[in-house]
């Protein structure tokens, strides 16, 4: 057993399983509090229920979140010793600020969100959901600026007295054009998630109040009531989840081009382009091993726009990137420069490369086939989106069918799983490189924990996170099938009894 591997396993599905929670948590707080502010403009009980039936949705997710995302600070001193001693100045700074600025947000706020209905002035308790909802995105914020060094790692020099990276520019670390074009794409992302799951949720309920009937037909007031909320629900999802789609490929095309800047081995791994080509590729079958096409079918010249804004202009193939010599790969980007650390680095990464035999390229076939997942499947929720408006368009509903059901159950799924997808095509096309031209993987694992240990825990990982997901799903399904909660007029204008118990439940 390879301890690398199982310990480059093990921090794959966690952080995979981890960030099924994120785009939720980050998108759903926003639109609660959106649903909270249209209740205190419009004084109509509809927004509240919506405001405290998502809420519920959000906090649940939120717990979770917190629980699972834990795990992922032990592992950078666990599995990965070698990786937080040598860049731990660099790579510790936004992670630091994520816990002492974003998270104690979070958590200080979120609390005040869930005891202070009805203590709390409206406008007082409206701020609280906001800030919250402002310190998940400074969470985003300072994660992603983790992640964005490793892929273009500015700012920093190396030292070889102490043989580490040092952190020279904060700044340039927090404005990394890749964090800028990342950024932008995450949080696009996370709202076609949150836009998918409110939609589909309100879709479901509405097939089961109206049952087919046209909204003039129904004459009971309480189902005209529910009818009327849910198809509101409904159209805000939909709108949110298509316009947030939109806004994601946008994105997207900026992020192609800053990725084929830096990081050239990726967009070629992401299009299978082992000769250097113009070409954007629909379909290209090659061998297993990654080292040769075999069929494919191509558009001309689109993969040199969405690569450099030219069309037909072509980029470098994976055969030709690593076959040149190992300074003319990886840590020079396309323009031929470098970062100062990929710079200073230069000698001593080469002698780790030559003695290691390190293979300079992705694989192939994880990293192309991730990226169309994530692009087909992300296409696919704005396309449920505009359905849906199109089904409730001038008064109509669903009826209630249990195929319906379960496709409501993968609207917002499919994007969840496309957020995901999108993650493992990044940090998959970034090898063999953890700290991308500087670390390679091999070189950043603990060096005293064996190949035992790392497998025992994560099998005890994946256990934990089985049942943390029964708890979820049951949870959410739980609070789902509830439906509209009833809500009681609040009023805190008035003198609260301030020894009145604090106390809330799902």
Same mark, same amino acid.
């Given at each position: 057993?390879?301890?690398?591997?199982?310990?480059?396993?093990?921090?794959?599905?966690?952080?995979?399983?981890?960030?099924? &929670?994120?785009?939720?948590?980050?998108?759903?707080?926003?639109?609660?509090?959106?649903?909270?502010?249209? +209740?205190?403009?419009?004084?109509?009980?509809?927004?509240?229920?919506?405001?405290?039936?998502?809420?519920?949705?959000?906090?649940?997710?939120?717990?979770?979140?917190?629980? !699972?995302?834990?795990?992922?600070?032990?592992?950078?001193?666990?599995? +990965?010793?070698?990786?937080?001693?040598?860049?731990?100045?660099?790579?510790?700074?936004?992670?630091?600020?994520?816990?002492?600025?974003?998270?104690?947000?979070?958590?200080? &706020?979120?609390?005040?969100?869930?005891?202070?209905?009805?203590? %709390?002035?409206?406008?007082?308790?409206?701020?609280?959901?906001?800030?919250?909802?402002?310190?998940?995105?400074?969470?985003?914020?300072?994660?992603?600026?983790?992640?964005?060094?490793?892929? /273009?790692?500015?700012?920093?020099?190396? /030292?070889?007295?102490?043989?580490?990276?040092?952190?020279?520019?904060?700044?340039?670390?927090?404005?990394?054009?890749?964090?800028?074009?990342?950024?932008?794409?995450?949080?696009?992302?996370?709202?076609?998630?949150?836009?998918?799951?409110?939609?589909?949720?309100?879709?479901?309920?509405?097939?089961?109040?109206?049952?087919?009937?046209?909204?003039?037909?129904?004459? $009971?007031?309480?189902?005209?009531?529910?009818?009327?909320? +849910?198809?509101?629900? !409904?159209?805000?999802?939909?709108?949110?989840?298509?316009?947030?789609?939109?806004?994601?490929?946008?994105?997207?095309?900026?992020?192609?081009?800053?990725?084929?800047?830096?990081? =050239?081995?990726?967009?070629?791994?992401?299009?299978?382009?082992?000769? @250097? !080509?113009?070409? &954007?590729?629909?379909?290209?079958?090659?061998?297993?091993?990654? @080292?040769?096409?075999?069929?494919?079918?191509?558009?001309?010249?689109?993969?040199?726009?969405?690569?450099?804004?030219? +069309?037909?202009? =072509?980029?470098?193939?994976? /055969?030709?990137?690593?076959?040149?010599?190992?300074?003319?790969?990886?840590?020079?980007?396309?323009?031929?420069?470098?970062?100062?650390?990929?710079?200073?680095?230069?000698?001593?990464?080469?002698?780790?490369?030559?003695?290691?035999?390190?293979?300079?390229?992705?694989?192939? =076939?994880?990293?192309?086939?991730?990226?169309?997942?994530?692009?087909?499947?992300?296409?696919?929720?704005?396309?449920?989106?505009?359905?849906?408006?199109?089904?409730?368009?001038?008064?109509? /509903?669903?009826?209630?069918?249990?195929?319906?059901?379960?496709?409501?159950? %993968?609207?917002?799924?499919?994007?969840?799983?496309?957020?995901?997808?999108?993650?493992? &095509?990044?940090?998959?096309?970034?090898?063999?490189?953890?700290?991308?031209?500087?670390?390679?993987?091999?070189?950043?694992?603990?060096?005293?924990?064996?190949?035992?240990?790392?497998?025992?825990? %994560?099998?005890?990982?994946?256990?934990?996170?089985?049942?943390?997901?029964?708890?979820?799903?049951?949870?959410?399904?739980?609070?789902?099938?509830?439906?509209?909660? $009833?809500?009681?007029?609040?009023?805190?204008?008035?003198?609260?009894?301030?020894?009145?118990?604090?106390?809330?439940?799902?």
């Amino acid at each position: 057993m390879d301890a690398q591997l199982i310990a480059r396993w093990q921090f794959g599905i966690t952080t995979v399983y981890h960030f099924f &929670f994120v785009p939720i948590t980050i998108s759903l707080s926003m639109l609660v509090a959106v649903l909270q502010t249209i +209740w205190l403009k419009t004084k109509n009980d509809r927004y509240l229920r919506l405001t405290k039936f998502y809420g519920n949705l959000f906090l649940i997710n939120f717990a979770l979140g917190v629980v !699972t995302g834990i795990v992922q600070e032990f592992q950078f001193g666990m599995n +990965w010793s070698e990786y937080s001693r040598f860049v731990g100045d660099i790579f510790g700074a936004p992670l630091a600020l994520e816990a002492l600025i974003a998270f104690f947000m979070e958590s200080t &706020f979120v609390g005040l969100w869930i005891f202070g209905w009805g203590r %709390l002035p409206k406008k007082v308790h409206l701020a609280t959901i906001y800030l919250t909802a402002i310190a998940t995105l400074l969470s985003a914020v300072f994660i992603l600026a983790a992640n964005s060094w490793m892929q /273009n790692p500015v700012g920093a020099t190396y /030292n070889p007295q102490t043989h580490r990276a040092e952190l020279t520019d904060f700044g340039a670390v927090l404005t990394n054009p890749v964090l800028k074009a990342t950024l932008m794409h995450q949080l696009s992302a996370c709202f076609v998630v949150g836009g998918a799951l409110i939609a589909a949720v309100a879709f479901f309920h509405l097939s089961r109040v109206a049952h087919g009937r046209h909204t003039t037909a129904i004459t $009971d007031a309480g189902e005209v009531e529910e009818t009327r909320t +849910w198809r509101w629900a !409904t159209k805000f999802g939909a709108w949110v989840l298509i316009v947030a789609g939109v806004f994601t490929v946008i994105s997207a095309d900026y992020q192609g081009k800053v990725m084929t800047d830096v990081q =050239p081995m990726k967009m070629a791994s992401a299009e299978g382009a082992f000769d @250097s !080509t113009a070409d &954007f590729s629909l379909l290209t079958i090659g061998k297993l091993d990654g @080292s040769q096409e075999i069929f494919a079918i191509k558009v001309p010249g689109l993969l040199g726009y969405l690569g450099t804004g030219k +069309w037909g202009e =072509p980029i470098k193939g994976i /055969n030709e990137l690593k076959d040149v010599d190992l300074n003319e790969y990886s840590y020079h980007r396309r323009d031929g420069s470098q970062t100062s650390l990929q710079s200073s680095y230069q000698q001593v990464l080469q002698r780790h490369v030559a003695a290691s035999g390190i293979r300079l390229q992705p694989n192939i =076939p994880v990293t192309y086939w991730t990226f169309r997942i994530m692009i087909t499947l992300g296409m696919l929720a704005i396309l449920a989106g505009l359905v849906m408006l199109v089904w409730i368009a001038k008064g109509r /509903n669903p009826a209630h069918m249990k195929w319906l059901s379960l496709v409501l159950v %993968l609207v917002p799924i499919a994007p969840l799983l496309a957020n995901s997808f999108g993650w493992i &095509f990044t940090e998959m096309g970034r090898q063999p490189w953890i700290v991308a031209g500087v670390l390679p993987s091999t070189e950043g694992v603990s060096a005293g924990v064996s190949a035992g240990s790392v497998l025992t825990s %994560l099998i005890i990982y994946t256990l934990v996170y089985g049942v943390l997901a029964v708890v979820e799903v049951g949870l959410l399904w739980k609070q789902i099938h509830k439906g509209l909660p $009833d809500v009681e007029p609040i009023d805190t204008d008035h003198h609260q009894d301030e020894d009145a118990p604090l106390s809330f439940a799902y």
